[in-house]
């Protein structure tokens, strides 16, 4: 389930992307959303990869296996082959046409003359670019035509996928598939743990007020935003280093890790009011839709130091 959620989110981000680039606009704001999107995409593929490793280890652990797959592209492949692409060169790539039963869409194919029986040799299927290793390796050697019982079977590897570890233990060394240091703080959240939900204004960095409601929860020892109610909010999602971040553990399945921050300023309905100065609120972002914004214990904290002084708590 957590795959195809990450699948799904890649190709929403995807399409996001793609009008983008081609509105024609060119200003900063847009140039900001761009890279924001590209690393929304990175991230999208990096979970991929960590789920396939983690739900199918056998597949990338035995080489047996791993020679014996098919030779086509899975949806999933052709999903990351796009997001590298788009990540790598800031374009989304047109789609050649080509049949519905052909299956060789971003490939050099190359196919030897047929045999003497008239059968049509198996395809040696190229790929315009590796992923993984971060370099290109150099285009292989023109073969020249052989006769048909000396021309090898070619190895069978999905493009684009790195060699697979020959262990759970070297994988982490292996230079396609880099380690992703672990979080140990994780965000528990759960609808029965809601005190209440409050009424305000979130200021976006441009200074325009959105009206917005949140659930308070005291025993969650941080603020979470979803990354729909933040772009809807016109918030900047700040990038994530190789070490930060949280994980969110929502009780609906498996933990899911942070794909960055947020600041921003709330202010109550009666903003204007001096006794109730703005707040200044930092939340860890996820992809989950439905977590909409959900303020815990250290906004609790700063409202109480903050808004005390008053003598009363504003209404909501």
């Given at each position: ?19 983008m ?89 190359r196919?030897?003359p ?25 285009p ?85 935003i ?53 707040l ?26 903050r ?10």
């Amino acid at each position: 389930m957590e795959s195809v959620k990450t699948s799904l989110s890649l190709l929403m981000v995807t399409a996001q992307f793609e009008a983008m680039v081609r509105s024609g606009n060119d200003n900063d704001r847009l140039k900001k959303r761009i890279r924001r999107l590209k690393r929304v995409i990175r991230h999208h593929l990096e979970t991929m990869r960590d789920l396939r490793v983690q739900l199918d280890p056998a597949r990338f652990n035995d080489a047996a296996s791993y020679d014996s797959l098919d030779l086509d592209l899975t949806p999933e492949d052709t999903l990351e082959e796009l997001g590298w692409s788009i990540y790598d060169h800031g374009t989304v790539p047109d789609s050649p046409r080509t049949s519905p039963s052909s299956s060789e869409n971003h490939f050099n194919v190359r196919r030897a003359p047929p045999n003497p029986a008239g059968q049509p040799r198996i395809p040696l299927r190229i790929p315009t670019e590796r992923r993984g290793s971060g370099t290109t390796p150099p285009p292989p050697p023109s073969m020249p035509s052989q006769p048909d019982d000396s021309i090898p079977s070619p190895r069978r590897v999905s493009p684009g996928r790195p060699p697979p570890p020959s262990n759970p233990a070297s994988e982490a060394s292996s230079p396609g598939i880099p380690a992703r240091p672990l979080v140990s703080n994780t965000l528990r959240y759960r609808k029965e743990n809601v005190g209440e939900s409050i009424g305000g204004y979130v200021r976006s960095p441009r200074g325009a007020l959105h009206q917005i409601t949140a659930s308070l929860v005291e025993t969650l020892n941080g603020n979470i935003i979803s990354i729909g109610t933040a772009q809807a909010l016109g918030l900047e999602i700040e990038a994530l280093g190789p070490d930060e971040g949280v994980m969110f553990d929502f009780g609906s399945g498996p933990p899911e890790r942070s794909i960055g921050k947020v600041t921003f300023q709330w202010k109550v309905w009666d903003h204007i009011n001096p006794r109730y100065p703005p707040l200044t609120v930092t939340c860890d972002v996820c992809e989950n839709s439905i977590v909409g914004l959900i303020l815990g214990r250290p906004f609790i904290q700063e409202r109480e130091r903050r808004w005390s002084k008053g003598g009363s708590m504003p209404k909501y």
